[in-house]
């Protein structure tokens, strides 16, 4: 899966994961690949994806924003 992960200042992350967890509104929810397209609010926490090559958890801390899936493409627009 494609990730990108943009602030209003700058661009976070851009690369291929396997896995995604996102502090979502009502919990932290997981991503994988072939996951149906949504789009969900995000609180503040920490965004942590695993990339392709990898088996290293990498984290993001964010104040908030909204996730948008859809075929295999992750865009967050992220409060930083």
Known sequence: MK????SPDKKLYTGKVRLVQ???AD????ILKDHAP???LLKEGNIKYI???STE????EISG????????EITVLAEE
């Open 65 to 72: 924003g909204v996730v948008e899936l859809n075929n295999n």
């Open 57 to 60: 958890e990498k984290l993001i």
């Open 3 to 6: 990730l990108d992960i943009i």
């Open 22 to 24: 996102f502090p979502g």
């Open 27 to 30: 919990g932290y929810f997981e």
């Open 38 to 40: 949504m789009i969900s």
């Open 51 to 53: 990339e392709l090559d």
